[in-house]
């Protein structure tokens, strides 16, 4: 069975750090652009991060951008986004996703996705 799931989301303090871990089963995740997407409660999707399949280029939405940072463990089939200076505004469910190419991480089509990991950042 193909899939993906998500963990690491949990409950942290304003400018806290957590970091997320997308695990791929039944298939290598080397051969897909992934991403990342959130969904707060009464909220669009929303485009966070893509990583491409070499690992070598990576794209942040404006929102993220020098906080949030993509990458891929090869060795584990897992790509990672690890999170910091966390916000109020960063609380949502958190997604990782199969997309055909990584270009504008705002893009949300996507072929796949998993159930998701919940982040709340609050005090």
């Known amino acids: 069975q193909l899939q993906l799931v998500e963990s690491g989301g949990g409950l942290v303090q304003p400018g806290g750090s957590l970091r997320l871990s997308c695990a791929a089963s039944?298939?290598?995740?080397?051969?897909?652009?992934v991403a990342w997407f959130r969904q707060a409660p009464g909220k669009e999707r929303e485009g966070l991060s893509c990583?491409?399949?070499?690992?070598?280029?990576?794209r942040y939405a404006d929102s993220v951008k020098g906080r949030f940072t993509i990458s891929r463990d090869t060795a584990k089939n897992t790509v990672h986004l690890q999170m910091n200076s966390l916000k109020p505004e960063d609380t949502a469910v958190y997604h990782c996703?199969?997309?055909?190419?990584?270009?504008?991480?705002?893009?949300?089509?996507?072929?796949?996705w998993g159930q998701g990991t919940q982040v709340t950042v609050s005090s």
């Open positions: 039944g298939f290598n995740l080397d051969y897909y652009s």
């Open positions: 996703a199969l997309q055909g190419l990584c270009v504008d991480a705002t893009y949300t089509k996507y072929d796949a």
């Open positions: 990583i491409n399949v070499s690992g070598d280029n990576a």
